[in-house]
Structures are given as structure tokens and as C-alpha cells.
């Protein structure tokens, strides 16, 4: 069974920085796209950012300049690299795992969650 794992949430001050990995275990394929999504309390889910097996990324446009993505193609691994943190960046971050079955179909596979808290 496929999992994804991941580490390095917690507790900043605003200005601090985190730095998020996830590791997929149990799999026999690599994942096309990886990234991260991110769900405060009382809001829907959101894309943070996402990173193709050719290179690509695409940021969300909160994050843009201050988060950087980056992935270990033979570790079917994901980081996320976050810098001036502030207070709204607080919620629970989602590793993802994208699989292309299809041109119209996707499997799609999700981390526990890791709770990151921007506070002073």
C-alpha cells in the first residue's frame, strides 16, 4: 500500500522558516506530480505548490517568492522549502502524489497531514 510521509511541521515565529519532506513508501512507481496543499480551520483546501517529474512547478500566488519546491525524482520524495513565514501560512500542509493513469485520469494520493503554526 502506498503512503506518504511527512515531516518537519511545527511551531515559528513570523520571519522564521520550515522546510516540510515527504517520502513515498510502498511503491512501485514514481509519482508524475508532487506537491503540497494546505487547509486552514474554516477554509477549503488550497494549492501551495506542485512539482513535475520534467521540472515544472507550479506555486500558488501566496506563496509565490517566499516558498520553494523541490523533489528527489529517485527517492519519490517532495520538500518544501518555506522562508518569511507570516501568521496566515498557519494550517495543516498535505503532501500529494499524482499518478497519470490516463491523458483523462488520475490517481491521486494523500499525506496524513502536518500541522505548521506561524506565531509570535
Known amino acids: 500500500q502506498v503512503q506518504l510521509v511527512e515531516s518537519g511541521g511545527g511551531l515559528v515565529h513570523p520571519g522564521g522558516s520550515l522546510r516540510l519532506s515527504c517520502e513515498a513508501s510502498?511503491?512501485?512507481?514514481?509519482?508524475?506530480?508532487m506537491g503540497w496543499y494546505r487547509q486552514a480551520p474554516g477554509e477549503e483546501r488550497e494549492l501551495v505548490g506542485l512539482?513535475?517529474?520534467?521540472?515544472?512547478?507550479e506555486l500558488g500566488d501566496s506563496v509565490k517568492g517566499r516558498f520553494t519546491i523541490s523533489r528527489d525524482n529517485a527517492k519519490n520524495a517532495v520538500y518544501l522549502q518555506m522562508n518569511n513565514l507570516r501568521p496566515e501560512d498557519t494550517a495543516v500542509y498535505y503532501c500529494?502524489?499524482?499518478?497519470?493513469?490516463?491523458?483523462?485520469?488520475?490517481?491521486?494520493?494523500w499525506g496524513q497531514g502536518t500541522q505548521v503554526t506561524v506565531s509570535s
Open positions: 512539482k513535475y517529474t520534467d521540472g515544472n512547478t
Open positions: 510502498g511503491s512501485t512507481f514514481n509519482f508524475e506530480i
Open positions: 500529494s502524489g499524482q499518478r497519470i493513469l490516463s491523458p483523462s485520469s488520475r490517481s491521486l494520493y
